[in-house]
């Protein structure tokens, strides 16, 4: 259907859309590496910051282990990776001689504080690990789990010593009274419940406080009598535990992702998604102070003289504070949140990501930023970049966020204009192999087919075809190599072959039991490779739509797909590891394993030599193909 009016956004440079600074530090990438990874870009995700007792470093818990930095310098020290899925919390003993770590691989683990060599693991959760608490005394750990329960552990030996069942719903946070009496913990999921025990008899006690919803983090006031909590519908609340009255709560703007306790005990800090951190007093419950973020806050620690706060934020930075001035005193850079998607420049010299908010350049020989254009004006509501792509001359990147697909100068990062039409979030985007043509796939289940003009001041042209039929959101789209036909990818299970031409629908591939989610024609053009929640990579013959392989070997979510330069080999990855398959006889030929969150990107360089990952634990992984030539042909 050709379309006769016209939505577009178009100028040299808009208010909000604008090439950032290098705030990106890449450090020790080839730290923890795992094999056949040749480089890393990114630190990971940050879940929680705390510092060491003698106040030098701070220790990271990250989605790809554990960072200890040098407070002083802000260089890191450390890379702990002995877990083997993401890193969620991490607590000190008294004595300062160890700490503990929770984790999505079903463990806890335990740390020479000193040495940072790893003790042993804590075994016996069957689902993630989300907290973990110390004893006063140090003999007791105490772990919360997504299996609903807690545990109680011997930290020195390791040996379970009881398990709490009582809670229903996943436990997210645990803690200790400061005489050592009472262990709390608190179970979230819809709603929230927190329980009191007896960490001795490992009987639940009989104290009960009311209105707890949304209750994720709770700490004790140091005389063991108020306990205080951070809720999800933006409260902080604080409770005689004697009673279970709520004495004061005292609202904010912005979910509490956490809340930590000064040394001292008068005051307690709160780290916010309204992208503060907020100052309480103690006795009163009167706000104090708010120190501003450009993102979300997602932890905070206090040194242990008191005077400076650390603050890490979604934008992958930490920030140290001097508490009594309210001024930045310095900034670790590099933990990025997301990866979304994944493009090489033709040269094969950059690396392109798309990120929340902001579409990243990398230096391939370096590992560190060249640029970052900032995607949305900084006072619009994060996007997340879902696609990006290369034109074939390497001249112009297109990307996705919101319902818009935009072009850049791939050389400047200047703005170029806005393809406007899709009526919910644009997920998938792709050129032509003329470069003339942009594909753009969308939630409102459509697929759009808009005009470059080629060699033009101005690059947006008229819009081309709304292709309709899938009935469910579209996460892909992909040219034939001819550029004759444009194949799209569902949630509706499906993939449909369109004439890009005249936009009529010539074929519908079915054979997905899930929703699809990545798709790719061979350098050839005679196979489509897809993957979706089924688990499953499928090979198709592009002419006829035959299902010609089902390659198996991942059990759910396949994210990306990719093919080799000649086709040979098929690449899919899922929520931790990567396989590669022989594409004519669908043997599974390599895995590489080492991302700990959804492998959603894959992309060949340009030479074959190396693959690129890019996943939601907030790193890029390249892979050194020339040990495989089976796999870079």
Known sequence: MKITSLLFIILPMISGHCLLSNAYAQTDAL???????????????????????????????????????????????????????????????????????????????????????????????????????????????????????????????????????????????????????????NAALGGSSIGFWNPKTAKSLDISIEDTDGVEHIVYAPDGR???????????????????????????????????????????????SYDTVNFWDIATGKPLKTLEHDTPVISVAYSPDGETLASASEDGKIQFWDIASSKRIKTITGHALHVFSLAYAPDGNTLVSGNISTINFWNLETGKSMKTIRAQPKYFEAENVLSVAYSPDGSVLASVESNNARLWDAEIGRFLGTFSGHREITSSVAFSPDGRTLASGSHD??????????????????????????TEDVTAVAFSPDGNTLASGSHDYTIRLWDVQSGDHLNTLIGHMEKVYTMVYSPDGSTIASGGWDGAVRLW????????????????????????????????????????????SGTLLHSLTGHTDLVNSLTYSPDGKSLASGSRDGTILLWDLTKFTDAKR
Not at 454 to 464: A, Q, S, V
């Open 31 to 185: 730290w923890g590496l795992p094999t056949h990874a040749k480089n890393r870009i990114g630190k990971g995700r940050v879940n929680e910051i705390a510092y060491f007792p003698d106040g030098t470093k701070l220790a990271v818990a990250s989605t790809i282990g554990v960072w200890v930095y040098d407070v002083r310098t802000g260089e890191p020290t450390k890379l702990l990776t002995e877990h083997k899925e993401q890193v969620n919390s991490i607590t000190f003993s008294p004595d300062g001689a160890t700490f503990a770590t929770a984790s999505d691989d079903n463990t806890a683990g335990l740390w020479d504080a000193h040495t940072g060599q790893h003790i042993h693991n804590f075994v016996g959760h069957g689902d993630d690990v989300n907290a973990v608490a110390f004893s006063p005394d140090g003999n007791i750990l105490a772990t919360g789990s997504d299996d609903n329960t807690i545990c109680l552990w011997k930290p020195h030996t390791g040996k379970l010593v009881a398990r709490l069942e009582e809670h229903k719903e996943p436990v997210v946070s645990v803690a200790f009274s400061p005489d050592g009496k009472i262990l709390v913990s």
């Open 445 to 470: 289940n459509t697929v759009r087919l808009w005009e470059i003009r080629i060699g033009k001041l101005y690059l947006i042209g008229d819009p081309l075809h709304i292709l309709t039929g899938h």
């Open 226 to 272: 108020m306990l205080i909590s951070g809720d999800t519908d933006n409260t902080i609340r604080f409770w005689d535990i004697g009673t279970g009255e709520l004495l004061r709560a005292r609202g904010t703007y912005g979910d509490i992702n956490g809340v930590v306790l000064s040394p001292n005990g008068q005051t307690l800090a709160s780290a916010t």
């Open 541 to 584: 013959d592009s002419q006829t739509g035959e299902l010609l392989h089902t390659l198996n070997g991942h059990t759910r979510h396949i994210a990306a797909v990719a093919f080799s330069l000649d086709g040979g080999t098929v690449a899919g990855g899922n929520v931790d590891t990567i396989h590669l398959w022989d594409a004519q």
